[in-house]
């Protein structure tokens, strides 16, 4: 399916808009604090990316989504990753760049958000797109790169070039990581319930997780 956020115009917008933007998708911008689920967490990261690119001509967003803080145009800018076959690429820069975007490592990538690595094989999964790609490296080289099906791994067509849409709108350096689990954890704030201290609990781990990863 479409990912999450994106939905086809209705007839009842296109007469109301006109007709020359049939084909277009709008983004449906989340941000609330009462996301129910990841996906639904990064409608509003790819709302900002369809945005950003021109890819999206109608807007629709809650008062909540709006009030939602989004990074610096130049920063969620520097946060998109573009590879190109017959380029090469630093294997361990572009695993810490991905990490960086908010994707997570696994040994197998079924869902978006997701990217693994095996020898001088990386599949990605991208939030923006349908399919996850597979990119096969000679040494640092970009020979190919491939969108395959998650379900039954066989490839459906190649690529010249992808573009990865990040997967959160916090972008942390180490540093900045390390500083920031700091001053949550010297923090002396009495919560005012058991939700809000539980989630305080969880980004100090979630921060913590995100540990540069080697190859």
């Not at 369809?50 to 920063?75: C, F, H, N, R, W």
């Not at 869902?111 to 094989?121: D, E, H, K």
């Not at 000679?138 to 990865?164: A, R």
């Not at 923090?187 to 100090?204: A, G, W």
């Amino acid at each position: 399916g479409k990912p999450t956020g994106y939905t086809k115009i209705d007839d009842g917008l296109i007469n109301a808009c006109g007709h020359n933007i049939k084909s277009v998708l709008f983004a449906t911008l989340f941000g609330s604090a009462n996301v129910k689920n990841e996906n639904e967490a990064t409608g509003g990261v790819i709302g900002a990316y369809k945005i950003l690119t021109g890819q999206a001509k109608v807007v629709v967003a809650s008062v909540d989504a709006l009030a939602y803080l989004m990074p610096k145009v130049e920063t969620f800018k520097e946060n998109i990753l573009k590879i190109k076959v017959n380029t090469e690429i630093d294997l361990n820069e572009t695993v810490q760049k991905l990490i960086n975007m908010g994707y997570k490592r696994e040994q197998l990538v079924q869902s978006p958000g997701y990217f693994a690595v095996r020898g001088g094989i990386v599949d990605i999964y991208p939030i923006n797109t349908e399919n996850p790609v597979r990119i096969e490296l000679f040494d640092t080289l970009v020979e190919t790169m491939k969108s395959y099906d998650p379900l039954n791994q066989s490839t459906l067509e190649s690529q010249k070039e992808i573009v990865v849409c990040p997967s959160t709108n916090v972008f942390l350096t180490e540093s900045e990581r390390l500083s920031t689990i700091n001053k949550l954890n010297a923090l002396k704030i009495s919560c005012v319930s058991k939700e809000e201290e539980d989630r305080q609990k969880e980004i100090i781990q979630e921060l913590a997780k995100l540990k540069k990863e080697g190859i």
